[in-house]
């Protein structure tokens, strides 16, 4: 059974760092992508980092790029989330998300196979 499990995420102040992580078990996906996503009640949920796990190429939304890095580990598989200088509408629901195989777009919920159970992260301003 694939599972992936985020923690990290707590309430932090505005321009605090926080680093999210990411460990899934079940299977590797060494021929596929992770990435974050988050989302706040009533929105969308959001693209922000992915990863492609052989080439290690990154790809980042452009609302977080320079913030925020997406990086990897082969054991345990994991991927982390580096966020820096954080704002209050960083506040949301972190969830962690990998796919079997590359697609085009990275940055589509619908390019994931399986998603984490997500990790809350709050900035106060």
């Known amino acids: 059974q694939v599972q992936l499990v985020e923690s990290g995420g707590r309430l932090v102040q505005a321009g605090d760092s926080l680093r999210l992580s990411c460990v899934a078990s079940?299977?590797?996906?060494?021929?596929?992508?992770m990435a974050w996503f988050r989302q706040v009640p009533g929105k969308e949920r959001e693209f922000l980092a992915a990863?492609?796990?052989?080439?290690?190429?990154?790809f980042y939304t452009n609302s977080v790029q320079g913030r925020f890095t997406i990086s990897k580990e082969n054991a345990p598989n994991g991927v982390f989330l580096r966020m820096n200088s954080l704002k209050p509408e960083d506040t949301a629901v972190y969830y962690c998300?990998?796919?079997?195989?590359?697609?085009?777009?990275?940055?589509?919920?619908?390019?994931?196979?399986?998603w984490g159970q997500g990790t809350q992260v709050t900035v106060s301003s």
């Open positions: 998300a990998a796919s079997q195989y590359l697609t085009s777009s990275y940055f589509a919920s619908e390019s994931y196979d399986f």
């Open positions: 079940g299977r590797t996906f060494s021929t596929g992508r």
């Open positions: 990863i492609t796990w052989r080439s290690g190429e990154t």
